[in-house]
């Protein structure tokens, strides 16, 4: 796991750009806390002045203090209005640096996701990854805009007032005042340890949670016709009683850090008021001295304040660090080639590919595999289910590499071609095709956002859907809901194939494409698809062993080729 020391560093620099405002954010907080200093010094001395006077305390101890009550309010007003005014810019230049820094990690994770795509769905889950780039996130606020000033005054505000009273009243007391300070800001780090150990698994287990409330309601049909509501709310109650289990152990460390913080205070506060009657410190000193200590303790109790909320932030920094340092399954190459123009032949080439299984021996999915296709022709691989057909379509979109063999697109080693190079040449209609939730056109303009609604039409009329959309309200604008839940399966994958239409591609995979099509249709859909695109490389995979016609149907079973 990565030490906290190295989240710190990899936070910085992802942030320096928009790190400069931070200097301006501790300087006003040392405008704010000064002030906060002088305004309370003020306050404790004119009130004892006032009793000061009754107990017949000598004028030189009050001299500092304005003459008049109509000054003392001119004089307080100011220091609370350039208090204020500190504190407003502290934390504006604070949220200034955080925002934008967090602008920035977005930036970092999607950056990240998009190589990882789609090698990293099968690592996390989508619920998991929504919490990381939107709650984890935010939670990284609080090390820019609630860290770094709190940290430096927390240091040098109490150094400054113990100086202070050092000068103006008794060293001795100032260094009582130094030595509670020193033990107030040691408490902060009070079982730090395993208060972040707690933030990485409560982290942890939100994400958990979210992925739990995804599934649910994604599959809400499921849940309720298979009567799963009661264990599926157990199992909810179940995580939230663990989240509460462990936030328990991290609130017990912070009372205790708070019950130490007053007894430091209390302690000091007596110990202070003892050394400065026996120093023969006048009234009005010694209550200004105590009145300082006390703002002072204000300033080393903000690093505890932060402390319980940085393990928090530290916790939301990682998950959020191992999804932008993770290692992309494939690179683009150093030096790339280039991809023939025109029709591109497809093959493979004994290929054999074992999915990443985290240590677990694992049967290849595809083993010794060589298919040639030639440009421009039909492929149809055939194979009962999970013999291998989507693997070997994946792998010539280059998803993954084989473990051996090659995956050759236009005579081209696929590992030799930049991803974007090879996505724009090959499509792949999946089996399961996402669709956003949009209209009709929406979802087709993905792939080409300048297409015209005639050349919209026109991909539908191939995919043999432009009647029905012409029947639905609304047309190219009918929405589609949520993964295109209101048009049926067969709907939904002929949209998928319209919408690969729209691509400049020479070869199309289309994966189980017509699984939800009767017979006749997906003939005409093939035909259509053909007539509309003569020179395009078409591979097919379906485990409709009586299928299709096509120029070359290969045989799979098990991941071995069984005929080509
Ligand atoms: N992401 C994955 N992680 C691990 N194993 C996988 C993954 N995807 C597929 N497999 C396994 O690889 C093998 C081949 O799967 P593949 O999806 O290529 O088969 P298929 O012929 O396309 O099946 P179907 O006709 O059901 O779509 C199966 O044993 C499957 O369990």
Redesign the pocket.
Same mark, same amino acid.
């Given at each position: 796991m990565t030490t906290t020391k190295q989240l710190r560093r990899w936070l910085i620099s992802v942030a320096r750009p928009v790190l400069k405002p931070l200097g301006a954010s501790i300087v006003f907080r040392h405008v704010d806390q000064l002030a906060g200093l002088a305004l309370l010094a003020i306050s404790a001395g004119a009130v004892t002045k006032v009793a000061g006077n009754a107990l017949g305390a000598p004028a030189s101890e009050t001299a500092w203090l304005p003459n008049t009550a109509a000054m003392l309010a001119v004089v307080l007003v100011t220091v609370s209005l350039v208090k204020g005014l500190a504190r407003y810019l502290e934390h504006f230049f604070g949220h200034l640096v955080a925002f934008k820094a967090l602008e920035l990690l977005r930036v970092r994770l999607y950056q990240a996701l998009v190589p990882q795509t789609p090698a990293l769905m099968?690592r996390s889950t989508s619920g998991d990854l929504l919490v990381r780039a939107t709650k984890d996130i935010d939670r990284i606020e609080v090390f820019f805009a609630h860290t770094f000033p709190p940290a430096v005054t927390a240091v040098t505000v109490p150094v400054i007032g113990v100086l202070a009273i050092g000068g103006i009243a008794s060293w001795p007391v100032a260094l009582v005042a130094a030595a509670g300070l020193v033990v107030s800001l040691a408490t902060a780090w009070l079982g730090s340890g395993a208060n972040l150990a707690v933030s990485h698994r409560v982290a942890g287990l939100r994400g958990r949670i979210s992925q739990h409330v995804t599934d649910s309601v994604q599959g809400m049909a499921e849940v309720t016709g298979y009567g799963h509501v009661t264990r599926r709310l157990d199992e909810l109650v179940g995580l939230d009683a663990q989240v509460a289990a462990a936030q328990r152990s991290r609130s017990r460390f912070q009372a205790a850090r708070n019950g130490l913080q007053v007894i430091a205070m209390g302690a000091t506060t007596l110990v202070a008021t003892i050394v400065a009657v026996g120093q023969g410190l006048g009234l009005v000193p010694t209550a200004v001295t105590i009145a300082l200590i006390w703002r002072l303790f204000d300033s080393t109790a903000a690093v505890k304040d932060f402390m319980s909320s940085l393990d928090v932030s530290m916790a939301a920094a990682e998950r959020v660090h191992r999804i932008v340092t993770v290692a992309p399954l494939i690179t683009d190459p150093e030096s790339s080639a280039q991809l023939p123009d025109g029709p591109l032949a497809v093959a493979w080439n004994q290929v054999s590919y074992s999915?990443?299984?985290e240590g677990i021996a694992? *049967?290849p999915?595809?083993k010794d595999v060589t298919i040639d296709v030639p440009a421009g022709t039909h492929c149809c @691989?055939i !194979?009962? =289910? !999970?013999? !291998?057909? =989507? #693997? @070997? @379509?994946?792998l010539a979109l280059r998803f993954d590499d084989p473990q051996s063999g090659r995956v050759l697109v236009g005579g081209v080693d696929v590992r030799r071609l930049e991803a974007a190079q090879l996505r724009s040449r090959v499509a792949l209609v999946s089996?399961s095709p996402f669709l956003f939730h949009g209209s009709i056109a929406d979802n087709l303009r993905v792939a080409s956002p300048d297409a015209t609604d005639d050349q919209l039409h026109e991909v539908l009329r191939i995919a043999q859907l432009d009647e029905e959309v012409e029947a639905m309200p609304g047309g190219l604008g009918a929405p589609i809901g949520e993964q295109g839940q209101r048009l049926s399966g067969g709907q939904q994958q002929r949209l998928a194939l319209a919408r690969a239409l729209l691509t400049p591609a020479d070869v199309f995979l289309l994966? *189980?494409f017509t699984s939800h099509l009767n017979r006749d249709l997906a003939d005409r859909v093939r035909e259509g698809l053909r007539a509309a695109r003569p020179r395009v490389t078409i591979i097919e995979? #379906?485990?409709l062993l009586d299928a299709v016609r096509a120029d070359q149907v290969v045989r @799979?079973d098990a !991941?071995r080729l069984v005929s080509a």
């Open positions: 099968q999915y990443p299984s694992r *049967e999915a595809v @691989l !194979g009962h =289910s !999970g013999c !291998g057909k =989507s #693997t @070997l @379509l994946q089996q994966d *189980e995979s #379906t485990h @799979l !991941g």
